[in-house]
């Protein structure tokens, strides 16, 4: 933060939602309070995504904190799914390194398609499974443990009414808060999306972009989500991580400097993301 910002009598200051630390800016889904001292929950140094010894994607730097809220954008086929599967470690890096914080906990929700909708399963049960130690219902204090992390993360996400009703018959907007559930109900770092919201309206698919900031907000924990949505996704996003495959292009930094970007405008519309000045941005990427 510069110092003269400080002086401005006419631009209240906000408080940091990590540290408490005044921050500003001209909007505020928009003013990333970097927290340089602190260790990334994950960082990607050179990392180059692929399959066997052959890369997808060119070399992409990035670091991950908690508060942090990521949108992975690129069109269909451009490797996002391969890059988060290898920030996660369920694929190994071609190049480069993915380092995590000691203990880190993930929760991640991958693409609708890779559950079995058609399971006889309740809510509950598709809750319960994001419990490492799964059941172990002969064990009375573990339990109780799961019964409290169960009505913890089913109040946060006004589930409790569902958690009896068969899961295939809920809305599309309800399948994806039993998902998150699953996903939050160990407690995770970091909580990963594959297209979260593929399957919704618009009405749904902004509710669940509003939740998901919120719990980002409440339980300060670091997001990253692939989406189609650019505009939605980019309202509640602090960072973006831009890949083409095509292009052989990986960006990954604020939304007004990767918006900015010419390999960026050359697929979407720098405007069109909602970014204070990004009208200033794409045309001087163009000029």
Known sequence: ??????????????????????????????????????????????????????????????????GEFWALIGRNGSGKTTLIRTLLGLLPAVRGSVRRRSGLRTGYVPQRDAFDLDLPARAI???????????SFLNPLHARRTRDAVHRVGTDLELLPLLDHPFRELSEGQKQRVLM????????????????????????????????????????????????????????ATDILFVDREDGTALAGCIEDVAGHPAFTRRFSAFDCGVPGAHAAHAHAHA
């Open 125 to 135: 049960d598709v809750l319960r499974g994001g419990l490492d130690s799964g059941w």
């Open 1 to 66: 933060m510069m110092e003269g910002d400080v002086q401005q009598p006419s631009e209240p200051a906000d408080d940091c939602d990590h540290c408490g630390a005044p921050v500003r800016g001209e909007n505020p889904q928009f003013r990333a309070h970097r927290h340089l001292d602190v260790p990334p929950l994950l960082e990607a140094r050179a990392l180059q995504a692929g399959f066997g010894q052959r890369a997808i994607l060119p070399p992409i730097d990035f670091r991950l904190h908690a």
């Open 181 to 236: 559930a699953r996903a939050l109900v160990s407690k995770p770092h970091i909580l990963v999306l594959d297209e979260p919201t593929s399957a919704m309206d618009i009405v749904a698919e902004r509710d669940t972009f509003r939740l998901i900031d919120q719990i980002r907000r409440e339980q300060d924990i670091g997001i990253i989500v692939v989406s189609h949505h650019l505009a939605l996704v980019a309202s509640h």
